[in-house]
């Protein structure tokens, strides 16, 4: 997994705020992505989006498939107009936002018995269904392993005991997550 430096940290989250801006603004996807340094490498990225300390829109790719730069201004832009979950951002909420990175690991199987809460973040695959919850989810719902599995099998679509189905797989990642809260708190 990158590990980032605190500079490569405030440029992603700029980066993540410029696309978020373009978006809502625009309804376009930024024209000049950086492709160099950390923006160069690829792994799994989440981008989540909070207004006023509530959860407005939280996308993300567990498969590196693209440089780090296009995969946080899509997602950016993504979280910000096509989570079905919420209505798209608005331009007026633009300065109340704050905005969260989770950078991925790679996935690895995982037993139940080995997630721990707060280190962990779960994949759970079952035929076509696929749910994923980040780490931070468990802590700030204060669930417990098994309320964690059971949430990722409802994000998955599916009942909520399907993660001890024998076909059911269970993947394990952790990450490294900075916001702009964070970041404003040290300056």
């Keep these: 997994m990158l590990s980032l430096s605190e500079e490569s940290r405030r440029a992603a989250l700029q980066l993540a705020r410029a696309a978020v801006v373009e978006a809502v603004s625009n ?11 950390i923006f160069a490498e690829r792994c799994g990225v989440f981008v989540t989006l909070h207004v006023r300390g509530r ?25 910000a107009l096509e989570d079905p979950r919420f209505a798209a951002l608005r331009k007026e909420q633009l ?3 704050n905005i969260e990175i989770s950078l991925l690991s790679s996935l690895e199987a995982i037993a139940p018995e080995s997630i ?5 973040g779960l994949l759970v695959v079952l035929h076509a269904c696929r749910g994923l919850l980040l780490p931070q989810v468990a802590i700030e719902h204060q669930l417990t392993r098994e309320q964690f599995l ?3 099998c409802s994000k998955a679509g599916l ?11 269970i993947f394990g990642f952790t990450c490294e997550v900075f916001s702009e809260s964070s970041h404003r708190e040290r300056t």
Aim: hydrophobic share 35%; with cysteine; proline share 5%.
């Design 27 to 37: 309804r376009k996807l930024l024209d000049s992505i950086p492709r160099e340094g």
């Design 116 to 120: 721990e809460i707060g280190r962990h």
């Design 55 to 79: 959860l407005q829109g939280c996308i993300g790719v567990v498969e590196a498939n693209e440089p780090l730069g296009e995969a946080i201004v899509r997602c950016a832009a993504s979280a």
């Design 150 to 152: 059971e949430e990722t």
């Design 95 to 97: 300065a109340d936002l």
């Design 159 to 169: 009942r909520r005991e399907a993660w001890r189905d024998p076909e059911a797989r």
